[in-house]
């Protein structure tokens, strides 16, 4: 999938049709549109970006219809910090990075002495 940088702003436009469809308690219908947006800054801006992280978690609240009021759905919606974020670390730091699956399987190396 690829985006022209323009597209960004169609994400943003996007965002603003979420937020005027939650506002109406219309959650199931601003799904797709929040779905779209996501995608849009996922390529425009990374995945460390927050435009995306924020718009992820509006998605997968909306998605999974998780007990969210108005006001923080749309607040997900309102960008104030464009600096990327280092998810890594901040999971490692939660500890919850899943553990690498060749962690176990890995061969060690044989003492020779």
Not at 33 to 53: K, Q, R, T, W
Not at 60 to 81: A, G, I
Request: charged share 25%.
């Amino acid at each position: 999938m690829c985006f022209p940088k323009a597209d960004r702003h169609v994400g943003f436009q996007l965002l603003h049709i979420v937020k005027a469809l939650v506002e109406k308690d219309e959650r199931d219908e601003a799904m797709p549109y929040a779905f779209d947006a996501m995608n849009i800054f996922e390529v425009c801006f990374g995945l460390d970006h927050p435009y995306y992280l924020q718009t992820l978690a509006l998605w997968t609240y909306l998605e999974k219809k998780l007990p969210k009021t108005k006001e923080e759905l749309v607040q997900l919606t309102n960008f104030s910090d464009n600096r990327p974020i280092d998810i890594v670390t901040l999971l490692k730091r939660a500890n919850m990075l899943p553990s690498s699956p060749y962690a176990a399987s890995t061969a060690q190396p044989v003492s020779t002495a």
